[in-house]
């Protein structure tokens, strides 16, 4: 019998509606976005707009799919790591859901989701993923029923950095398209010199970026915003990319997946693509409509998640847990 499920994210800026069905195809994947008004993300304001939107959300991922409640075998709801006021507006909706519609309910671990769709959808079996967002920055490979975590930030994930240095700039969110452009300005006009030497911090496997958003927006006062965006990208590009190799030469394992939402940078995918290519293997990125956060990623794992004999939870059961780290998850669907 084909199981049907609707996924709920709600970690951050985006509340997203998804629904899969057990064949691998996603039938809906509705979001809306919470954009601040100045300044970065407050995670208070942005569970406000989760528990404002949901409702339409859910309505147009119903519509989409073309698909009643009595088809839904249960929802998916993202259960952390993320910013508590919108881990607690999603899961208060997912409860008030499960009550009205008589359905349980499955928490999902928003990291491992975004590994999962991103395999789904690109084809990938065994990769070392490199998992880029505004709230994380890890670089991770499955052994032994986890997703180990082989190196991550320290501080700031790279998402965060970029939009950090680009709203202190004058500029608004999301940061990445804006540094993107100007990146590609500056290479146009000028080529590698451009480049302007920012630090470089790679720690064993982890990594730092606050430092280099501090750097970056102190030379602002010598040198232009184009050429800043350059040397940015490539020296945080040049980090991620010598730690995702150091993983596939550690493990041996010759896929490497790109996701998360920084993934939509084509220098990155650029610079990761080069090291694939001299290392010998295959590169993958996860499509666009599912690498940022929405609920179709959610729908996705939650399903695998059930099909492998994960309990389903009454609503009343159910929580969240804003730090569930990704290698703290148990992967009951793969061998």
């Known amino acids: 019998m084909s199981m049907l499920v609707l996924g709920l994210e709600g970690t951050a800026h985006t509340f997203g509606v998804g629904i899969a069905d057990d064949k691998g195809n996603v039938l809906a994947n509705v979001r809306d976005v919470y954009k601040p008004a100045a300044g970065g993300i407050h995670p208070t304001e942005a569970g406000k707009h989760?528990?404002?939107?949901?409702?339409?959300?859910?309505?147009?991922a119903m519509a989409d799919a073309k698909v009643e409640w009595k088809d839904v075998d249960f929802i998916a709801y993202s259960a952390g790591p993320g910013l508590a006021p919108c881990l607690l507006a999603t899961l208060e909706f997912a409860?008030?859901?499960?009550?009205?519609?008589?359905?349980?309910?499955?928490?999902?671990?928003?990291?491992v989701a975004h590994v999962e769709i991103g395999k789904q959808s690109t084809g990938a079996t065994d990769p070392i993923v490199l998992y880029v967002s505004g709230g994380n920055t890890q670089v991770i490979g499955y052994a032994a029923k986890r997703y180990?975590?082989?190196?991550?930030?320290?501080?700031?994930?790279?998402?965060?950095?970029?939009d950090t240095f680009i709203r202190e700039a004058g500029g608004e969110f999301p940061g990445g398209p804006i540094m993107e452009k100007l990146a590609a300005d500056a290479r146009a006009k000028k080529g590698e010199n451009a480049y302007i030497e920012l630090p470089y911090v790679v720690k064993g496997m982890d990594l730092s970026f606050s430092g280099i958003v501090t750097a970056a927006l102190q030379r602002l006062k010598t040198s232009s915003l184009e050429d800043i965006c350059f040397s940015f990208q490539e020296t945080c590009y040049a980090m991620l990319a010598e730690v995702t190799e150091r993983a596939l030469a550690h493990t041996g394992?010759?896929?490497?997946?790109?996701?998360?939402?920084?993934?939509?940078s084509k220098r990155l995918q650029e610079m990761l693509r080069i090291m694939c290519e001299e290392r010998g293997a295959r590169f993958f990125v996860c499509p666009s409509e599912f690498a940022g956060d929405c609920g179709a990623n959610i729908a996705w794992t939650g399903l695998i998640s059930a099909k492998s004999g994960q309990k389903r939870l009454k609503p009343e059961d159910a929580d969240f847990n804003s730090r569930w780290r990704t290698d703290e998850t148990e992967i009951t669907w793969l061998k």
């Open 95 to 111: 409860q008030k859901l499960g009550r009205e519609k008589g359905k349980l309910l499955l928490p999902v671990n928003h990291c």
């Open 50 to 60: 989760h528990i404002d939107v949901a409702e339409s959300v859910l309505e147009k």
């Open 253 to 264: 394992k010759n896929e490497c997946l790109l996701t998360g939402g920084v993934a939509a």
């Open 148 to 162: 180990r975590v082989f190196g991550e930030t320290l501080d700031i994930a790279i998402g965060n950095a970029i």
